[in-house]
């Protein structure tokens, strides 16, 4: 099988929650495959104690309880330490662009752990998938790997077959380039403004809303003509990234920035 071509250290990554609420909801495993640009792997893996309750209907899709993660570290306890397990690597996973990283920045924030990883690369595999075959990871790992997946949804299983799923796909699209940068710009429609994509790159490269009654309006003249909206949402249940981006345009507008 295709090895990757790295300059760089790169990490798939997946983790299993307590729902898919971010800012609401906790981690509660990760599983960290980290490849080297030698071809070297490192892995980390643990449980996490969400110090919630995880819900029945979650626990029926990993299979983790209350009980499993009792005794487990808070994310508090070993933030750092997944910090600097990542480094400077580049980032990789399946639906990871719109779940795991936007989920696990929030994790950090929360917990006073301040990451940057817009400058990173950030392979989404099944961004790739889906603009190929539109499966599922199971039906991915079959198809690429000639595998069947078992215990799916256990996140080192996920971790590595997604790895596996993705060296696949090089072999079977000759149009796939192993490259780093190539594969981040095919992951990923637009720029990045907020891991949570409540914000986009118009054609015009002006940050407009991804969401709600402003959708495809821009940032800045919302803001300027209802400055209310900027304190709802400040107030309201977004992930704390959001609000970061949402505060820096705001005090751009505030300083005259003629950026808009």
Same mark, same amino acid.
């Given at each position: 099988?295709?090895?990757?071509?790295?300059?760089?250290?790169?990490?798939?990554?997946?983790?299993?929650?307590?729902?898919?609420?971010?800012?609401?909801?906790?981690?509660?495993?990760?599983?960290?495959?980290?490849?080297?640009?030698?071809?070297?792997?490192?892995?980390?893996?643990?449980?996490?104690?969400?110090?919630?309750?995880?819900?029945?209907?979650?626990?029926?899709?990993?299979?983790?309880?209350?009980?499993?993660?009792?005794?487990?570290?808070?994310?508090?306890?070993?933030?750092?330490?997944?910090?600097?397990?990542?480094?400077?690597?580049?980032?990789?996973?399946?639906?990871?662009?719109?779940?795991?990283?936007?989920?696990?920045?929030?994790?950090?924030?929360?917990?006073?752990? +301040?990451?940057?990883?817009?400058?990173?690369? *950030?392979?989404?595999?099944?961004?790739?998938?889906? =603009? $190929? /075959?539109?499966?599922?990871?199971?039906?991915?790992?079959?198809?690429?790997?000639?595998?069947?997946?078992?215990?799916?949804?256990?996140?080192?299983?996920?971790?590595?077959?997604?790895?596996?799923?993705?060296?696949?796909?090089?072999?079977?699209?000759?149009?796939?380039?192993?490259?780093?940068?190539?594969?981040?710009?095919?992951?990923?429609?637009?720029?990045?403004?907020?891991?949570?994509?409540?914000?986009?790159?118009?054609?015009?490269?002006?940050?407009?809303?991804?969401?709600?009654?402003?959708?495809?309006?821009?940032?800045?003249?919302?803001?300027?003509? +209802?400055?209310?909206?900027?304190?709802?949402? *400040?107030?309201?249940?977004?992930?704390?990234?959001? =609000? $970061? /981006?949402?505060?820096?345009?705001?005090?751009?507008?505030?300083?005259?920035?003629?950026?808009?």
């Amino acid at each position: 099988m295709v090895q990757l071509k790295l300059k760089n250290p790169i990490v798939f990554f997946d983790l299993e929650t307590t729902g898919l609420k971010i800012g609401k909801d906790k981690i509660v495993e990760i599983a960290i495959l980290k490849i080297n640009p030698n071809q070297s792997r490192e892995e980390y893996y643990t449980r996490i104690n969400p110090g919630m309750p995880i819900p029945k209907e979650s626990s029926e899709i990993h299979g983790i309880t209350d009980e499993d993660v009792k005794d487990c570290p808070t994310f508090k306890e070993i933030a750092h330490k997944i910090k600097d397990f990542i480094g400077t690597s580049d980032l990789a996973g399946f639906n990871s662009n719109r779940f795991d990283i936007p989920f696990l920045v929030e994790e950090f924030y929360q917990n006073g752990v +301040e990451v940057d990883f817009k400058k990173r690369k *950030m392979i989404d595999v099944q961004q790739i998938f889906h =603009k $190929k /075959e539109k499966r599922t990871l199971e039906a991915a790992y079959q198809f690429y790997c000639n595998k069947t997946l078992d215990n799916a949804h256990n996140a080192l299983v996920d971790t590595v077959a997604t790895y596996e799923v993705l060296l696949g796909q090089l072999d079977k699209y000759d149009d796939l380039e192993n490259d780093m940068e190539f594969l981040h710009q095919l992951s990923n429609d637009s720029k990045l403004v907020d891991y949570n994509r409540a914000f986009v790159y118009n054609d015009n490269d002006q940050i407009v809303f991804n969401f709600g009654k402003h959708k495809n309006k821009t940032v800045a003249s919302v803001l300027t003509k +209802e400055p209310q909206y900027y304190d709802w949402m *400040m107030q309201a249940d977004f992930p704390q990234d959001t =609000k $970061k /981006e949402l505060q820096k345009i705001y005090n751009q507008i505030m300083f005259k920035d003629t950026l808009f």
